[in-house]
């Protein structure tokens, strides 16, 4: 009897492909909305994260403790504008020296006024450890949440930098949670009366406000202490106003440097160490994200803020 066919061996699948093919096709996933991944950021423009710090993101740390310093995965569009060294440390280190000194003791609730996250903690994070570390109350008002600090504005910056600036003040000691407004990050002026109001709303009993300088080169820095200069002038209160970018981009001859409203506090070791801690809490502004691009706040920046001192101007009578 004949025999019957012969029974075949299954083939492997990809097999008889020549070897280049089968290795490049290993290890690709489908595209398409049904493979992304589980609580992605919404990409689409205008979108905000919800109130409170995102799930993925660490609590901040116990006062004193030292920031984690685990690099951040974000992919700004593209590099800061920020590009040239500006002017040298020297300049208002020199400067300052001639300044009158002052002790600034705050009894009872303060008022901080932020434009971005940081911008409190590079101004006067000395000061806010001193009357935090004293039994003194800290009230933080930040107005935007800093989306476009390299650019177009992304969520995934701003649920970070929520949790930066969270961060920063436990590391101060201040207590109270900071109040995030989330205001269009570069466009404040045009929301200054929101955040009048929001200042009346949980500024109530502050006995002196401490807000970004008028004159300062950044637009949302003047919107910032325009709205808290208005706030102070209502309620007469002490105002003292902190400049961020006067000593990048201002030389102490320019007339918008009234050198006799300018004073200087002289921090503590303590207080100095609290302020280094809470810089860095804020890692995505200080570190390069992936990618290659550089931080918004490069060394030859962050130097300014690295001196033993914090400047105030003693507020002029508001506009």
Same mark, same amino acid.
């Given at each position: 009897m004949p025999s019957g066919p012969r029974s075949r061996r299954p083939r492997a699948a990809g097999a008889g492909l020549p070897e280049r093919r089968r290795r490049a096709g290993r290890g690709r996933r489908p595209s398409g909305p049904a493979h992304h991944r589980a609580g992605a950021a919404d990409p689409r423009r205008g979108h905000r994260p919800p109130a409170g710090r995102p799930a993925d993101l660490r609590a901040p740390a116990p006062c004193g403790t030292r920031p984690d310093r685990t690099r951040?995965?974000?992919?700004?569009?593209?590099?800061? $504008?920020? !590009?040239?060294? *500006?002017?040298?440390? @020297?300049?208002?280190?020199?400067r300052l020296e001639r300044v009158d000194r002052i002790a600034l003791r705050v009894s009872g609730p303060v008022l901080v006024v932020a434009a971005h996250p940081d911008d409190e903690t590079l101004g006067v994070a000395g000061i806010m450890a001193r009357i935090a570390m004293s039994g003194g109350q800290v009230c933080v008002v930040v107005a935007t949440d800093g989306e476009a600090a390299y650019g177009d504005a992304m969520p995934e910056l701003a649920a970070l930098r929520r949790a930066e600036v969270a961060a920063a003040m436990s590391a101060l000691c201040v207590t109270e949670p900071p109040t995030l407004l989330g205001l269009p990050d570069g466009d404040l002026a045009a929301? =200054?009366?929101? +955040?009048?109001?929001?200042?009346?709303?949980?500024?109530?009993g502050?006995?002196? $406000?401490?807000?970004?300088?008028? %004159?300062?080169?950044?637009?949302?820095?003047?919107?910032?202490?325009?709205?808290?200069? *208005?706030?102070?002038?209502?309620?007469?209160?002490? +105002?003292? @106003?902190?400049?961020?970018?006067?000593? %990048?981009? !201002?030389e102490p001859s320019d007339p918008a440097v009234d050198v006799s409203r300018l004073r200087v506090v002289e921090l503590t070791e303590r207080e100095q160490a609290a302020k280094r801690r809470a810089i860095g809490c804020h890692r995505s502004q200080i570190e390069e994200l992936s990618g *290659?691009?550089?931080?918004? +706040?490069?060394?030859?920046?962050?130097? %300014?803020?690295?001196?033993?001192? =914090?400047?105030v101007f003693i507020a002029e009578p508001a506009a």
């Open positions: 951040s995965s974000l992919r700004p569009a593209r590099r800061p $504008v920020l !590009t040239a060294p *500006g002017l040298p440390v @020297e300049v208002w280190r020199r929301h =200054e009366q929101v +955040l009048v109001d929001a200042l009346t709303a949980v500024g109530t502050a006995r002196a $406000v401490f807000a970004p300088w008028r %004159h300062d080169p950044h637009p949302d820095h003047r919107a910032a202490g325009r709205a808290a200069a *208005g706030y102070a002038a209502a309620r007469s209160c002490p +105002l003292w @106003e902190y400049p961020i970018w006067m000593r %990048h981009w !201002t *290659g691009r550089g931080a918004v +706040l490069p060394p030859y920046v962050l130097a %300014h803020f690295a001196d033993a001192v =914090e400047a």
